[in-house]
């Protein structure tokens, strides 16, 4: 009974476990724990610690579920581009697991973590589902193979499916669950601060209002919650898009998400100049209007509340925060 959600134990996975517990849907966690963390997981759901490579695991289970929100996967675009292979066993090959054993066991249905790297470097200032996608980054193409690999299954094998694509999502829905890692700018940023080093902006001549790169910054339970409603759609047999971006219209500066968490955190700081970090784009903003309408996505978070419950999150983490 219920759904499986892989990765549950990752910042993002156990976000999404909460929500559909809260909207009283079982569910079970597989992950490996590679990046994920155990006590993430709620008390009393079930964790089958395994790898997606794992097919027997996988087979197992998958017994009784109704349907699956894929989020366990390799998440580090600048990464991926010197371990190209790694990412595809990850994100690809396991992905073709997932679904060869979802056939196998006759669950038909999957929610799966896409995302903004699929488009790579857009030519529009507001993204939408039909913006073209050119990857820039083994891990995006990845993402985008995902989505192939659900409208092909969906077309030969019945399968009902969605892809939400993740613009850049950050905050806490609970203090026990933070963003650790180690390549995003709120985990460094509260990293330096923490370890009493000075957070660094990547890039100031970026063709933007301050030269400094503008992202669409979402608060995780909203995105989590927006699972939750694809699940509902995908159980219901309602009508689904195969593609939703969950963006929220709004950009915000890498100045302007340091001010604020130099207002929230009351730490004074001035943020160290540095280079560009090679294939990062000027801007990229999406529209979640076609999400607004059939998942009932809305941005219920501010910037300052995704900044303070990040922080409430990292302070409590204390000596538990990996690294
Ligand atoms: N960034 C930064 N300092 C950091 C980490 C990131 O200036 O310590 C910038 C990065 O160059 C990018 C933005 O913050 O412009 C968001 O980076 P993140 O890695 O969080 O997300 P993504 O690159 O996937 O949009």
Known sequence: ????????????????????????????VLDDLSSGISSFVPDGVPVVRASLLDRAAVREALHGIDGVVHVA??????????R????????VSAMVILLQEMLEAG???????????TFGVPDVDLVTETTATRPESPYGESKLIGEWLLADVGRA??????????FNVV???????????????????????????????????????????????IHVSDLAEAHVAAAQRLAAGQEIEPIYNLGSGEGSSVRQIMDTIREVTG???????????PGDPDRIVATGELA????????????????????????????????
């Open 107 to 117: 669950v038909d249905k999957l929610v799966f973590s896409s995302s903004a790297a």
């Open 171 to 217: 905050g806490s829905g609970t203090p026990e669950l933070y963003d650790a890692s180690p390549h995003n700018l709120f985990p460094l940023v509260f990293d330096a601060l923490v370890n009493g080093r000075t957070p660094k902006i990547f890039g100031t001549d970026y063709d933007t209002p301050d030269g400094t790169c503008v992202r669409d910054y």
């Open 1 to 28: 009974m219920g759904w499986l959600v892989t990765g549950g134990a990752g910042y993002i996975g156990a976000h999404v476990v909460r929500a559909f517990q809260a909207a009283g849907i079982e569910a079970t």
């Open 73 to 82: 996967g390799f998440k580090y675009a600048g990464v991926s581009v010197q």
């Open 157 to 166: 094998n019945g399968l009902q499916h969605t892809s939400l694509r993740y």
């Open 84 to 91: 190209p292979l790694h990412t595809y066993e990850q994100n």
């Open 267 to 277: 730490i004074d700081f001035e943020p160290e100049l540095h280079p560009r970090r």
């Open 292 to 323: 607004a309408r059939d998942l009932g996505w809305q941005m219920r978070h501010t910037l300052q509340q995704m900044v303070a419950s990040a922080w409430e999150a990292r302070q409590k983490a204390g000596d538990s925060y990996p690294g």
